[in-house]
Each structure stands twice: as C-alpha cells, then as structure tokens.
C-alpha cells in the first residue's frame, strides 16, 4: 500500500493529488458513520451558535481534507524535496530564527492539523529542522516507512514518554515540535476552557517543558491556502507572559492560542478525534459523543 501511494503521489501532478484525495474523503462519508458523528459533535460543543447546516458543511469539507491528508501524507514522505519546495511558502517564521542564532531553544506548538506531515518536513526543507515527539509503530515494515520518511531533511524523533530528553534538547538550543491541542486524558492534564467547550481536558506538558527548559514557546502552523500552497507562520514568541508555574493558567493561556491557529483553517484540523472525551468526572466520559 505504502508502494502504491508513493508511485501515485510521485506521477501524478499535484492539483490531480490533492483532487483525488479530497474525493476518497468525500466517497468514505457514506462508510465511515462513526467518525462523522464525532466531527459534528465537535463542531457543535466548539461552535454552538453554528447552525445544523452550518455544521454539515463545516463536516463535508473536513471529511474531504481528511481524505486528502491521505496524500498530503504520501507528499511529506516521498515527494523529493526539489518538488515539496514549490509548493511551500515561509510566510513569516522570523521569530524562531531569531531564537536558534541566540542559541535559544524553542518549543515549537503546533496543532494537529490534516497536512500535520507536510508541516513537519517543511519546516526542515525552509531550514528549521527539530525534534518530533512520536510513537513507533508496532508494525516494523510500517515504522521503517514512518521514521524514515519523518526524518527527512533533518528532522529527528524523540519518543513521546522520554521528558528527560526533550527538556535536554531544549537546553541545548534545539526545536522540539510539540502538539498540546489534542485530549490525552487525566494523566498529568487539567480543565480549561477550549473554545466553546469550559472544561476540556488540556496537557499540562507545555508548562512542565517551558519551566524545566526556560525555552521559548511560539506557536506554529502549515495550512494549505486557497491557492493549493503551504503557508508556514511561526511568527509569535509567547513566553514572556506565560504562567509557567500555575499548570491552570497556563493550559487555558495557550489554548487561546491553539485556537487562533485553528480557526486560520478550522476545515483542516482533525475533528475526527474525539478532543471532548473526558470530564472532571471520569466516569462520564464520552458522555458528550452518545
């Protein structure tokens, strides 16, 4: 399968690509009934003043970027990076710059977006390679693929439970690509406000790394525009007033800024997971998908 995918996305041109893939996603709405549940459920905790129609649209265009992602993922692992240039734009990622000339490091938060895999890799062709927390795969033919096609370019990976080396990469000076957007549930997590949503369970990871590091945290994205092209911003250094010592505050204080990032394209964000699923009271959860 990995073979198929890395020859279509390697002879086709790429609007032919992104067109085929965002039809797959279109043409899976009709299987995958479970998954469009969730999406509209998010859709309506995170934005209840939408209307029913409102929320249905918001659902068919994500269902067709997930499907696209499909391909974006086959772009990010097989393309050559002479082909993955075009269609990659440094829109302003000035700030992180600046910080790797002083030696300073840098906890790169991002959000789980569609084309996350595109994102990863761009930064390191436009020269801004890190370290990406992962999970190997339990498939060694899968995790072979994985890990060489994230490593590309000069990105690396970090195991996602090893904190001991995170924080010493970002001593050192390095980038660690960090994704604090999505729910891992109550371990080492509180409850904050995300958007409309007052209590969804938010990492405490950020606040243990910046604290323990003394980095600087800018939040960054990769959305693909209208024009079919990858927009790189990392353009805020957030640090300076964030509450590092109070895991509460410091939660809601960069969900605030998760959402920013989302909604310059809520439609390519993963609202197929179920980022609601846990209460203060752990025995209700999931009560909010039924």
Not at 133 to 158: C, D, M
Not at 197 to 214: D, F, K, P
Not at 230 to 251: G, L, M, R, T
Request: glycine share 6%; aromatic share 12%; charged share 25%.
């Amino acid at each position: 399968m990995f073979g198929l995918l890395a020859l279509l996305v390697n002879i086709l041109p790429y609007p032919l690509i992104l067109k085929a893939g965002r039809q797959l996603g279109a043409f899976s709405k009709r299987f995958a009934k479970k998954r469009v549940h969730i999406a509209t459920r998010n859709f309506e905790l995170a934005f209840p003043e939408k209307s029913p129609e409102e929320v249905r649209q918001l659902v068919d265009e994500n269902l067709k970027n997930t499907g696209a992602a499909l391909m974006e993922t086959g772009i990010a692992w097989f393309w050559p990076t002479w082909r993955l240039k075009r269609i990659l734009i440094d829109k302003d990622t000035q700030v992180v710059r600046k910080h790797g000339e002083n030696g300073k490091g840098v906890l790169l938060c991002c959000v789980h977006a569609l084309n996350l895999e595109i994102t990863a890799r761009a930064c390191a062709v436009i020269g801004l390679s890190g370290y990406g927390v992962y999970r190997p795969h339990k498939n060694p033919a899968y995790e072979f693929i994985q890990y060489r096609g994230r490593t590309r370019n000069g990105n690396k990976l970090i195991y996602r439970r090893d904190l001991k080396r995170m924080i010493r990469i970002l001593r050192q000076g390095h980038r660690l690509f960090y994704l604090p957007d999505q729910d891992y549930g109550h371990n080492k997590s509180v409850f904050v406000p995300f958007f409309a949503v007052e209590n969804a369970c938010t990492t405490t990871g950020t606040s243990i790394l910046a604290y323990t590091s003394r980095c600087a945290i800018v939040p960054g994205s990769g959305f693909r525009n209208d024009a079919g092209k990858y927009e790189i911003i990392a353009d805020q250094s957030i640090e300076e007033n964030y509450p590092q010592k109070d895991e509460v505050a410091a939660a809601a204080y960069m969900n605030k800024y998760m959402e920013a990032i989302i909604m310059r394209a809520p439609e390519q964000w993963m609202w197929i997971h179920k980022r609601f699923k846990s209460n203060p009271d752990s025995s209700l959860n999931h009560q909010r998908y039924l």
